[in-house]
């Protein structure tokens, strides 16, 4: 047996069996009373996942927005990952990242002017917060809450990876799942992200036999769509390049700080010029010495044409920091994202989802009326 191997079963496993045995009693209380949870006189979507890094959170709470926006007023709360403030904070026009983190700073900078972003790690106080500021909101979504059970949903959307089925994985520490499998029992709506554009019949009843919702349990399939490259300094560029344009003579530096850039760059790599990675840690704060970094790998990279592509997430973080080599912001990019559900879906997610906010409209009004 390897060294690996001993540590996970004298080690890991141990440890692991001790956190799901907490986070089993922790639900039971949940369930049983016992630790309380808010309901509010708004529906609340909770978009969340079980399996620590990225599973496409921020997109598809996008997609919600982007679905919902003009039949709802939309505040939207998360906690603010990694954000160097504390408490309760309102989303402005003067708001940076660090203030907001950079997740919340990227929906505020796209939806804004018609949506109510705040952030707050006590998700029943932000709640009402927002609703005392903005008396015209009738749709709350809460953003990586799904672990958060102090405030009662009335829906859960669940995220899974493709490339990382939950029902392979293990508890943490040894795998990487903040709760047992049995937590998807909770959800409303469970969504395999980042499928392909190949993925067979075959795959998608992998997942369905593996999961075992229930009847009432919806699941849907999604992929990411990539755009076209936008500038992070649109005022130090003359051209936006085409990535169909580039050759095997051009080069492309990807910078990442997100959980998991596979699909991002295997994207970029579908394309003729040669691809160099720059990885650095999930909401990655950059620093004058990684910039540094970044420009002497930028400047030994080989090609007749170079350029520096970075996710979306990245690109509000990199926008905002002083220490950016000015010499670089004419050749750097990033690529957008949208989420698109995949035809295997059997209903469509959107009216679903309506359905799904309308039945709890629909109960709110029974009970108050009794």
Sequence with gaps: MSRSKILDVLLLYPLSKIYGAVMTLRNKMFDAGILKQHEF???????????????????HTEYLIESLRYNYNIGVL????KRRTKGFVLATHRSRPEDIGDESYQIFQKYGDDITVAVCEDRVKGIRQLLEINKDINLMILDD????RYVKPAVSVVLTECNRPVFYDKLLPLGRLRE?????NRADVVVVTKCTDD???MDCRIFKENLNLFPFQKLFFSKYAYGHLVSVFPESVTYIPYLDWLTENDSILTLTG?????PFVQHLRNYRAKVKMLRFPDHHAFTQSDMALLKKKFEELPGQRKFIVTTEKDAVRLSNNPYFPHALKSSIFYLPIKVEFMPQNEEEFEPTLRQLIRNIRLAKKANFKA
């Design 41 to 59: 006189d708004v529906p609340v979507i909770v978009v969340g996942n079980i399996a620590i890094g990225g599973t496409g959170k921020t997109p």
């Design 78 to 81: 998360s906690r603010g990952y």
């Design 145 to 148: 809450a799904f672990q958060h």
């Design 180 to 184: 047992p499998m049995s937590a998807l």
């Design 199 to 201: 993925m067979k019949p």
């Design 258 to 262: 997100v959980a998991n850039p596979r």
